[in-house]
């Protein structure tokens, strides 16, 4: 049974297909709009997006945004991945707003979500380089001063640093308790002194950047919410944030999938098109089958989020969603790769940046493993 979409949803999904098509509907544009492929994000066409209202999808109408729910995020998501648009912005940024959203002071709000609205980059920062997916091992410090805070340590892997305006900084505030205790959430502006961002080499290009803090002064009104509850604060986000990767990754599969089969159509080997071959053409029909099956999957978790009464949380559910459509993804562009035969691994056809693109993304946002074990517990195993 194909996803079905309300009235409204179905014209956002074309209104933002006929727009990828329009700005980036060819490999030469999409270049000239990130160095060729060395930038994930481009500013002036995440700025056209946000004119149009999409950038601010989920924000509350008091700021700018559309105050809509996560299957309408959830079809941007979708859509503006299928069609190859370089906003990679925009994923750091639905993250950070929804904690400001949640926990951020009056002035926290209008500063950040409606600069979110115009079309700012924000970007959050927890991963360290002895705490990836133990954050509640993290070590950069958060010392109060007479003016406020103070902040000393590194911070790594953090996407969008480079590009965003504030970064939500997990930093610890005390030692004692448990070591999920004494974690708390603090705005930074990316051009605070004593900051310092280090972009990170990577397959994927310029995405991700390690955080140097040294002596970093902060007022006392940086803090997010409630002091020594950044860990409480961060679970709350957890839907969106594993929602959000699969709605992307779902888009990127899609993707892969067509562009696949529109070459196994037209590829001719020994008389006839490659994909009449049975080994192809079976395993077209499993990939497609596997594709439509995900696709229900998160679309139907993001229903179930959305009917839920606020603060819900769905552990297993968005954790199986981040899951599949991960997994599906670079498992479609792997398949992509090998029925393109030579073509698959040249820049030419794109089906080697879509698996630049998928592979991390079975890491980023909590590991495929961290998800199977999150599954498992649920069980109560």
């Known amino acids: 049974m194909p996803v079905t979409l309300t009235e409204e949803q179905a014209a956002l999904a074309t209104a933002i297909g006929e727009f990828c098509r329009r700005e980036v509907g060819s490999k030469e544009r999409r270049d000239e709009l ?61 993250i950070t707003a929804a904690a400001i959203e949640k926990f951020g002071t009056a002035d926290q709000k209008q500063e950040l ?23 509640g091992g993290l070590k950069c410090k958060a010392t109060k001063t007479e003016s406020g805070w103070r902040i000393d340590g590194q911070k790594t892997w953090c996407s969008n640093a480079h590009i965003a305006s504030h970064i939500l900084l997990v930093a610890r505030t005390s030692t004692e308790g448990g070591k999920h205790d004494g974690l708390t959430m603090f705005v930074v502006p990316a051009d605070a002194a004593g900051l310092t961002v280090r972009g990170i080499e990577t397959m994927g290009g310029k995405e991700v950047n390690d955080l140097y803090f040294d002596a970093c002064e902060l007022p006392a009104d940086a803090v997010v919410g409630t002091e020594g509850q950044g860990w409480r604060q961060l679970m709350a986000g957890l839907n969106l944030e594993r929602m959000m990767l699969a709605g992307l990754m779902l888009g990127l599969a899609r993707r892969a999938f067509d562009d696949t089969v529109a070459y196994v159509k037209e590829r001719k080997q020994f008389g006839r098109p490659v994909g009449t071959f049975q080994a192809l053409r079976h395993r077209i029909a499993d990939n497609a089958t596997e594709l439509e099956a995900t696709r229900l999957l998160v679309h139907d978790t993001a229903r179930v989020i959305d009917e839920a009464p606020a603060g819900a949380l769905f552990p297993r559910e968005a954790s ?11 498992h479609l562009s792997l398949e992509g790769m090998q029925m393109l035969g030579g073509y698959g691994y040249a820049t030419e056809y794109g089906m080697e940046r879509l698996l630049r693109q998928s592979v991390v993304s079975t890491v980023y946002g909590g590991t495929s493993e961290i998800q199977r074990d999150i599954i498992g517990k649920s069980y109560g195993l």
């Open 34 to 94: 990130t160095d060729g492929g060395r930038h994930a994000h481009s500013d002036e066409l995440y700025r056209k997006m946000a004119e149009l209202g999409w950038v601010g999808i989920a924000a509350p109408e008091a700021y700018g945004g559309a105050g809509q729910g996560m299957r309408e995020l959830l079809v941007f998501l979708e859509e503006t991945a299928y069609g190859q648009a370089p906003i990679a912005g925009f994923g750091t940024t639905a």
């Open 113 to 135: 979500l409606g600069g979110m609205c115009r079309g700012n980059v924000l970007a959050i920062s927890m991963s360290e380089p002895e705490a990836g997916s133990d954050v």
């Open 320 to 330: 199986m969603a981040k899951l599949k459509a991960t997994e599906l993804a670079k």
